[in-house]
């Protein structure tokens, strides 16, 4: 998918679009694990290195044609992991939470996620619509 990142970051700030959940994710990159503050809006995750430093992330993942699955702990070498795998790409992040119950969190919130963007998006432009209409049947036609 295409997208122009400082549109995607400036999504950051916000208001209209409200954190789903937010907290500190450990990442394993180059068989690693580095600790991030991960921040879910709409359909995009966005990492920062602390939640001190949210002005630009680390990086970002849209949140879109992917599965969300448990991990074998025993294979991350890290407990409370989890796999974000990108359908169209073959990419796999290997993701993980703090405890079992916020491994619960994220993975729903995850699973859901484009669904909901897509419902909010619905309804906001039916909203639009709905005045667009109520502004047009209000307006004063011309008689000949």
Do not use: H
């Amino acid at each position: 998918m295409l997208a122009n990142g400082r549109s995607l970051v400036s999504l950051i700030n916000d208001k209209s679009y409200d954190r789903t959940v937010s907290g500190k994710l450990f990442v394993l990159q180059e068989d690693r694990w580095r600790q991030t503050f991960a921040v879910l809006k709409a359909n995009l995750l966005f990492f920062f290195e602390s939640e001190t430093q949210l002005e630009s992330p680390i990086f970002l993942l849209i949140v879109e044609d992917c599965t969300i699955e448990p991990s074998d702990d025993n294979q991350t070498g890290r407990q409370f992991s989890f796999a974000i795998n990108f359908k169209s790409t073959k990419r796999v992040f290997q993701l993980a939470a703090e405890d079992f119950k916020t491994l619960g969190n994220w993975i729903s919130f995850l699973t859901v996620c484009s669904v909901d963007y897509i419902t909010a998006t619905k309804q906001m432009y039916q909203e639009e619509i709905n005045i667009k209409s109520n502004s047009d049947s209000n307006s004063p036609t011309e008689s000949k």
